[in-house]
């Protein structure tokens, strides 16, 4: 039993030891002390460099204001955007056109995709579609609100989104044709829909 007791009071004395060779910290909090074990010194490297970035950061954004804000990096986005996409639009790629073989190849545009069955072989209009030769338009006579129109459709109205059935170019065509069909008369029209355009 002595012998125990000696064994134990030994490894005792040597976990002792070992905790003092880590160095224990001379303060003590209910009965806990606490082992001097600080961090390695690239983790305390990476800390002290995150402060100083942060410093810096608030200096240039906040403080001396040289870096523009939120506001002011959206207000630049949406103007590179701009940019960027304007010559996607039909204003920019595409206008009305007035040479008689681009209203030709729109004519053929207008007969081939069966514009007729809603809109009449002369756009006069029937009792699905509106008449195209009057002067009122119900989304807009602009060549660009008819090139819309067409290309996307409108489905609420009942017409066809034509994307992808046709490329721009004859949108562009078919476009001008029916804008070229304003006035033109013809017998049995339609009542003319929509707002007067000017």
């Not at 200096?59 to 959206?74: S, T």
Request: with cysteine; hydrophobic share 35%; net charge negative.
């Amino acid at each position: 039993m002595m012998t125990s007791n000696n064994n134990d009071s030994e490894l005792y004395d040597d976990v002792q030891g070992d905790k003092n060779d880590m160095g224990i910290e001379e303060h003590e909090y209910d009965g806990i002390k606490e082992l001097d074990n600080p961090p390695p010194g690239w983790i305390m490297a990476i800390f002290y460099l995150t402060i100083g970035i942060s410093i810096l950061y608030g200096a240039y954004y906040y403080w001396l204001k040289v870096g523009p804000n939120q506001d002011e990096e959206y207000a630049r986005a949406v103007e590179k955007a701009q940019v960027k996409y304007a010559s996607a639009t039909p204003e920019g790629v595409f206008s009305l056109l007035t040479d008689e073989a681009s209203l030709n190849a729109g004519r053929e545009v207008y007969a081939a995709m069966n514009c007729a069955a809603c809109h009449g072989n002369a756009g006069e209009g029937n009792a699905i579609g509106p008449n195209l030769t009057d002067n009122a338009w119900i989304h807009g006579c602009s060549f660009d609100e008819v090139f819309y129109i067409i290309k996307n459709g409108f489905p609420t109205k009942g017409m066809t989104a034509f994307k992808g059935q046709i490329n721009d170019e004859k949108i562009s065509q078919v476009s001008s044709y029916i804008i070229s069909l304003k006035g033109s008369n013809p017998a049995n029209a339609k009542a003319p829909q929509g707002q007067p355009c000017e």
